[in-house]
């Protein structure tokens, strides 16, 4: 265990650094000058030269990169010029809110998939085809026409939930539906499928041949092992939705991560870009990573090496 943790974690911080270079890279490819964002339109020459040589950006590039990783270790993601502040501290600031919405899209994810994948598995025929038909359509809806569907008939209609804001649960219910019914939509067709196939092998015939009700097949022998790939795509959920849902956010007004690196593309706030982007990265290494860690616990027969 502690061997192969130990080879995660240098692939890990191989993976890490490879990203690093390739945001690096395109900070230097966006036709973009931070200088002349922070000296202005009016500014002379000399004032832009002298600023670029504060900031270091008129060195050669590799002394730049490496400028760079060493405040990396540090724990500092750099400035925002723009915004006149730290990275580290604004996407901090932002991160509480993208950790509760998260979770919340990640229960709708289950609380939809996993029940769905069940029953389509379980009752072939007309309604596997029927629940098909609506996971196919919960995936296939975009993000933004679903949240404005449930703005209208839940916010606005009905008025059960509030139409726009961060608080209470309230506020997080219909983004983390939003997020969770396309989800949930992935979950159960991967599920079905990864059941149904569990169902053909010989040790549930054996179950139910010892007769044991179909609810005991699935639940205690068959489920456990269809479960795999779903924990797999909840690690790479974690990371997608640390990386900030920007379009949900967007349209419910969450004050979350995506919100700040949709804000900072418009800007062209190249630090913010950076930070956000390596957060998403270390949290989809994170994800894979818990999700690995997760599945010998599901089923005992598989060993980490």
Request: without cysteine; neutral net charge.
């Given at each position: 265990m502690s061997g192969y943790l130990a080879r995660r974690l240098l692939a890990s911080a191989l993976i890490l650094l490879g990203v690093t270079m390739v945001t690096f890279t395109l900070a230097f490819l966006i036709p973009a000058d931070p200088v002349r964002q922070i000296a202005g339109r009016n500014a002379t020459p000399e004032t832009v030269e002298s600023i670029r040589h504060q900031l270091g950006l008129d060195r050669p590039v590799p002394a730049q990169y490496a400028t760079y990783l060493g405040?990396?270790?540090?724990?500092?993601?750099?400035?925002?010029?723009?915004?006149?502040?730290?990275v580290g501290r604004l996407i901090m600031s932002r991160l509480p809110a993208t950790l509760l919405l998260?979770?919340?899209?990640?229960?709708?994810?289950?609380?939809?998939?996993?029940?769905?994948?069940?029953?389509?598995?379980?009752?072939?025929?007309?309604?596997?085809?029927?629940?098909?038909?609506?996971?196919?359509?919960?995936?296939?809806?975009?993000?933004?026409?679903?949240?404005?569907?449930?703005l209208y008939l839940l916010a606005y209609l009905a008025g059960w939930f509030p139409m726009s804001g961060y608080g209470g649960l309230k506020h997080l219910i219909l983004p983390a539906l939003t997020l969770g019914i396309g989800g949930g939509g992935w979950y159960a067709r991967i599920l079905r499928s990864s059941l149904a196939e569990v169902l053909r092998q010989d040790y549930i015939r054996t179950a139910r041949a010892k007769g044991l009700s179909e609810k005991a097949v699935?639940?205690?022998?068959?489920?456990?092992?269809?479960?795999?790939?779903?924990?797999?795509?909840?690690?790479?959920?974690?990371?997608?939705?640390?990386?900030?849902?920007?379009?949900?956010?967007?349209v419910y007004g969450w004050p979350g991560i995506g919100q700040l690196a949709w804000q900072a593309i418009q800007r062209i706030d190249i630090p913010i870009i950076m930070g956000v982007t390596l957060v998403a990265a270390v949290a989809i290494v994170i994800g894979n990573l818990l999700a690995d860690l997760v599945t010998p616990l599901i089923d005992p027969r598989i060993r980490l090496r």
């Open positions: 405040h990396l270790a540090q724990g500092d993601l750099g400035h925002s010029y723009i915004q006149k502040t730290d998260m979770l919340g899209a990640i229960f709708f994810e289950l609380a939809i998939g996993i029940p769905l994948g069940i029953l389509a598995a379980a009752r072939r025929g007309k309604a596997d085809r029927a629940i098909m038909i609506l996971a196919f359509a919960g995936v296939s809806t975009p993000q933004f026409v679903l949240g404005l569907v449930l699935i639940g205690v022998h068959a489920l456990r092992n269809a479960v795999l790939p779903v924990v797999a795509m909840v690690g790479l959920d974690i990371g997608t939705f640390m990386g900030g849902a920007v379009v949900v956010e967007s």
